[in-house]
């Protein structure tokens, strides 16, 4: 490793003023490679690592595995300079190193670091002076500072003296068309003033808008915050759903009239639960760092509480209106509509979606799933169907038992579904009131 360089972070500096640097983004998800398409866009070259040997070789070749890039995109890039690996002795090839790997949490729920520490302690025996450090993975108040920098001064890489070290969490917005990679202001705190000086001027070249702020931790807490907020009220909006069902009132018409009004209230939509790589875990990840400052975040835990049972309220849902066309969930055909964990896209991460076919096959279900833009039941750590998406015609429709509204794709032909099918529990609201083989849920 090299480390005895002349002032290391003013030639890191230079090469990205000219736009010379070549940055690696470790991590080819959802997040990882729309940035990495970003920086080739802007000039930039770009090495892409991941350990998934099959993403590699697809991408070398020009294809793409995340429906809304397309293979043109993937085939540009690499015109521009880009290239995939799963080799991280290339490490040492690269001036920044952006790290864009999943924090899960564990069985307890309790954060699971292992694709970060396992993703940098692969990069350190190659890395060298003069190059930046960026975390984006979403992660606890501190973890930056207290399990990053203590790896790199391990290995003689002092942040904001040879070296640069930040945090800048992605914000992605899959199926956002108003949103993409460069129209979100960057976040971005540095572990020195150097080294936020050198984050901002890394990224400006892909992103319009950046937002400094004064540290590691804040710029961690701004991410939490972002997600926290939108975690709680869409608990709070969940409650208010069982509630209404109980007094026999649509939600989704009350929230719309609510909407109405022109200061003080924004309109979130209930479901069956919480999906996406970020608000069913991200608030996780501050309960268990607060309980080291002896905080209990009752509200927040509340809110993951709520969440957490929708989908089981959907099953009881379920269950309930089987019950009155005298059948039960064991033995019933059940079609569960979407996949994915929002419409019109095709990522299934923490998808409720997936719970509830679990818990309905507990029950004895027979279970199949339709989503377009979920061909094959996809990988999952926690879950497992071999399964492939049914192609939906009016026959394959009756032949359910009932059909699950999970995920209000607009690509499903609702008349087509109320004409044909003998039961939909619609959990998005999508199907109306007043129809006697919707039920809403």
């Not at 002092?158 to 202001?185: M, Q």
């Amino acid at each position: 490793m090299q480390l005895a360089t002349p002032d290391a972070l003013a030639l890191l500096e230079e090469k990205i003023s000219s736009k010379s640097a070549r940055v690696g983004i470790y991590g080819l998800g959802y997040v990882g490679l729309p940035l990495a398409l970003r920086f080739a866009e802007v000039g930039l070259e770009v090495l892409g690592f991941d350990i998934d040997a099959g993403k590699v070789q697809q991408l070398n070749a020009g294809g793409s595995y995340i429906e809304r890039l397309m293979p043109s995109s993937i085939q540009k890039a690499l015109e521009q300079g880009f290239e995939a690996t799963s080799d991280f002795a290339r490490t040492t090839e690269v001036d920044a190193l952006i790290i864009c790997v999943p924090t899960p949490l564990n069985a307890h729920r309790e954060p699971d670091l292992s694709f970060i520490t396992d993703t940098i302690d692969a990069a350190l025996p190659y890395m060298r002076a003069g190059q930046l450090v960026s975390l984006e993975s979403t992660t606890w108040p501190g973890t930056t500072d207290e399990v990053l920098a203590p790896r790199l001064r391990a290995y003689g890489l002092k942040p904001g003296e040879n070296c640069a070290l930040v945090f800048s969490p992605e914000r992605e917005d899959p199926g956002n068309a108003h949103y993409g990679t460069k129209d979100i202001p960057k976040i971005i705190g540095g572990t020195t003033p150097r080294c936020l000086a050198q984050g901002v001027a890394l990224y400006q070249h892909a992103i319009h808008t950046m937002v400094p702020v004064s540290s590691t931790k804040a710029a961690e807490m701004t991410k939490l915050l972002e997600n926290i907020h939108r975690s709680v009220n869409i608990g709070l909006v969940n409650e208010m759903k069982i509630v209404a069902d109980k007094m026999g009132i649509n939600i989704y018409e009350v929230i719309d009239a609510a909407a109405t009004k022109p200061f003080g209230f924004v309109p979130y939509k209930p479901g069956p639960g919480l999906g996406g790589h970020c608000i069913p875990i991200d608030p996780f990840y501050l309960t268990w760092k607060a309980r080291e400052y002896g905080v209990n975040t009752r509200f927040i835990e509340l809110a993951g509480e709520i969440n957490h049972y929708m989908p089981h309220w959907v099953v009881e849902k379920i269950a309930d209106a089987l019950n009155e066309r005298s059948k039960a969930i064991k033995g019933s055909r059940i079609l569960v509509l979407g996949l994915a964990y929002k419409k019109n896209i095709d990522d299934t991460r923490e998808s409720p979606a997936v719970e509830i076919m679990d818990l309905l096959q507990a029950k004895g279900a027979q279970i199949n799933y339709s989503d377009p833009h979920v061909p094959v039941f996809p990988h999952k750590r926690d879950y497992h169907f071999d399964l492939q998406s049914v192609a939906l015609t009016p026959a394959t429709i009756a032949s359910y038992d009932c059909l699950v509204l999970a995920t209000d794709h607009d690509a499903f032909d609702y008349p087509q579904l109320l004409q044909h099918a003998r039961l939909v529990v619609d959990t998005r609201g999508r199907l109306g009131v007043g129809r006697p083989n919707v039920v809403a849920a």
